[in-house]
């Protein structure tokens, strides 16, 4: 008897202290656990947020996003555009619609790109490097910010907008309509991260007949680290202003392509580079 009594004095005993340590047991661990957290400095190692979002564009894929962006709506191109009546000329560009958008970029250059302070001296270094290698005439002018404008671009997939391309567009200035355009650059679609000229057009002393443009198409793919071009053939004698021009075909993304355009207007003596899907 005198046991049993014992016993349930201990089960008693065991119940409360049970029943002390699920009140404050939890309480007191936690506080235990903080001590080695709260007033120290730890370093753990986490995936990086948005980090599943980056991806690099070979320069295939950012010159066929660059062309459809540019095909998706009316852009000025050159001089040539108000002389036959289809310029934009005072053009403001917001958001727009459908699967490819090219709009100015508000924000500015972020701390990797190229900023409005070096567009020029990257710009006459790319020249520099055509000019070597034979694409442009050595006769043709440097830029500077007197005589040029420019405006930074994004190029966006509106359905993928990870994959999207950061452009300057450099102009001659307005203020240089009458002035002497000879051996200079009208406009330019140049890369803000690597300075790569994507197009251009230039006054040159040239004719149609001293450009040899499998020569200079394939010093410019050398140059933007294409893949080799291919010629496009069309019987269409209108896909062009001008009847002097060669087009060529590049990969671009998936089974799409790029065409470049190879071109000249006479009279004015403008060559040209282009774009387009």
């Known amino acids: ?13 065991a119940a ?17 656990k903080d001590k080695d957290i709260l007033d120290e400095a730890h370093a753990e190692t986490v995936e990086a ?23 998706s709506q009316n852009l000025p191109e ?25 709009v100015v970029n508000h924000r500015g250059p972020s701390g990797k790109e190229i900023t ?12 520099d490097i055509l000019k070597e290698a034979g694409v442009l005439p050595r006769e043709l002018k440097e830029v500077g910010a007197t005589s040029y404008d420019t405006t930074l671009y994004s190029a966006i997939d509106v359905l993928e907008p990870r994959n999207n391309v950061a452009v300057w567009k450099m102009s ?56 080799s071009p291919q010629p496009y053939e069309s019987d ?3 896909l062009e202003t ?11 993304m998936g089974e799409d392509r790029t065409i470049v355009t190879i071109g000249f207007y006479e009279g004015i003596n403008e060559l040209y580079l282009k774009i387009s899907k």
């Open 236 to 238: 269409n004698p209108l």
């Open 116 to 127: 409005d302070e070096e567009i020029y001296e990257t710009c006459n270094d790319g020249l």
């Open 16 to 32: 409360v202290l049970v029943m002390i340590l699920s009140i404050w047991g939890p309480e007191a661990l936690a506080r235990y």
């Open 172 to 227: 001659l200035s307005n203020s240089h309509t009458n002035a002497n355009k000879e051996n200079r650059l009208i406009d330019a679609y140049i890369d803000a991260d690597d300075g790569k000229i994507y197009e251009f057009y230039v006054r040159t002393s040239l004719c149609w007949e001293d450009i040899d443009t499998d020569f200079i198409i394939e010093e410019w793919s050398k140059y933007m680290g294409l893949s």
């Open 49 to 71: 947020a948005g980090e599943g979002y980056r991806y690099t564009l070979n320069a295939n894929e950012k010159l066929y996003i660059l062309s459809s962006c540019l095909s």
């Open 78 to 102: 050159t001089e040539l555009n108000a002389l036959i009546g289809t310029g934009t000329e005072g053009m403001d560009y917001q958001d727009l619609e459908g699967t490819y958008a090219f």
């Open 1 to 13: 008897m005198k046991n049993k009594k014992f016993i349930n004095i201990a089960l008693l005993l």
């Open 242 to 252: 001008t009847p002097y021009f060669k087009k060529y075909v590049f990969s671009g």
